[in-house]
Every structure is written in C-alpha cells, then in structure tokens.
Antibody, heavy 121, light 108 residues
C-alpha cells in the first residue's frame, strides 16, 4: 500500500526556519515525482513545486519560487519542504502527494495526511 | 496558465439525488488531462477521476466524469452522506498544473 506520512503540526514564530518531511513507503520512491500542495485556511489547493527523487530535479510554481526549498533524500524515501524565514502568511496545511505518472505534470494518486503549519508571534 | 472555473461554488442536495459539478477551462486541455479530487472535512484530497473519465482504484461507479476540450463534468449518482465534501478539478495537460477553486457539496 502506498503511504505518505507527514508530521501533524508545527507551530513557529515569524522569522524562524522550518523543514517538514514526507516519508514514503509501499512503492519505489525514486521513480515518482513528489509534489507539495498548499491549502490556506478555508481555501483551495495550490501546487507549490515538485521533486524527482532519482536525480533531485526540482520544479517550482512561479509564485513559490524563492520562498521555499523542496528536496528529497532517496536513501530514506523522504521528501522535504523548507522555509528559511517564515511569515504569518505561511500559515496553512501542506500536503505532499505522489505524481501518478513519470512526468512532472501529472495527477496525484496518493496524498499525505498533511502538516498544519501555524506561524504566530 | 490554464485557469479552471468550477460551478456552482456550493451545491445543496438531499441524499439520493444526483450531483452535477462543472469545471470550465480558459483554454483547451490537451489529451483531456483533467482529474477530479474529493476532500472530506479535515482530510487530505483523494483522487476520484483521471483523464476526464477514468475512475481511480476503489472508486465506486456512482462517480463518473465526462467532457473534453474546455468543459468537464463530474456526476455523482445517488448522493450519500459520505459524499458531502469539497470537489476539485485539476488540469495536468499544460504546465503549470492548476486546480479549480472547488465546489462544496452540502446537505440540503
């Protein structure tokens, strides 16, 4: 069974750094792109970027480029999303998801449980 | 980028009725690369349909997708309590991938 496991919640102050994880199991991790999707409170889904673990090829949606860093560690089947300096506006739920196909642009057939990030002073 | 517009924003139905949700694209979606997701309250999205009309694994046949080009539809037959949720369409035919804003299916 394909599973993507994320930590439940993180509470941080503005200006702090954060790196959240997405641990994959049940499939060959390095063969599939992993996407990160943001959902702000009461809002819809936004693709932030994707990473291909086999060679760390990373693509960002323009509105997120420069604000976050996406990476993956093939040796432990884990993808990451990180911020160097959080803002209150980063408060949201962040989902990782597996791209079903072998290309960067595809649909997502498995989703993590989501990490709630709260940034507040 | 392709903008997806879902309608209606909210659909109020009674259990047993049929739900028809629409997703319109600002440009034609190549190869009908359109997916639908269900998001129940407090949970992660779940893939329902890919390729406009192909049900994902373990999705019952009460969910059906149709359409092509710029107009797509998700139909849910005999709506049950567990079907009341938010539904999103997503196009993956042209980079960047984009999502619709969602349709909330609520109990009337």
């Amino acid at each position: 069974e394909v599973q993507l496991v994320q930590p439940g919640a993180e509470v941080k102050k503005p200006g702090e750094s954060l790196k959240i994880s997405c641990k994959a199991s049940g499939y060959t991790f390095y063969n599939y792109w992993v996407a990160w999707v943001r959902q702000m409170p009461g809002k819809g889904l936004e693709l932030m970027g994707i990473v291909f673990p086999a060679d760390s090829d990373t693509r960002y949606t323009s509105s997120f480029e420069g604000h976050v860093t996406i990476s993956a560690d093939m040796s432990i089947s884990t993808a990451y999303l990180q911020w160097s300096s959080l803002k209150a506006s980063d408060t949201a739920i962040y989902y990782c998801a597996r791209n079903a196909g072998g290309t960067a642009d595809y649909y997502m057939d498995a989703w993590g449980n989501g990490t709630t990030v709260i940034v507040s002073s | 980028e392709i903008v997806l517009t879902q309608s209606p924003a909210t659909l109020s139905l009674s259990p047993g009725e049929t739900a028809t949700l629409s997703c319109g694209a600002s440009r034609s979606i190549p190869s009908n690369f359109l997916a639908w997701y269900q998001q129940r309250s407090g949970l992660a999205p779940r893939l329902l349909i890919s390729g406009a009309s192909n049900r994902a694994t373990d999705i019952p046949d009460k969910f059906s997708g149709s359409g092509s080009g710029t107009d797509f539809t998700l139909t849910i037959s005999r709506v049950e309590p567990e079907d009341f949720a938010v539904y999103y369409c997503q196009q993956y035919g042209r980079s960047p991938i984009t999502f619709g804003q969602g349709t909330r299916l609520e109990i009337k």
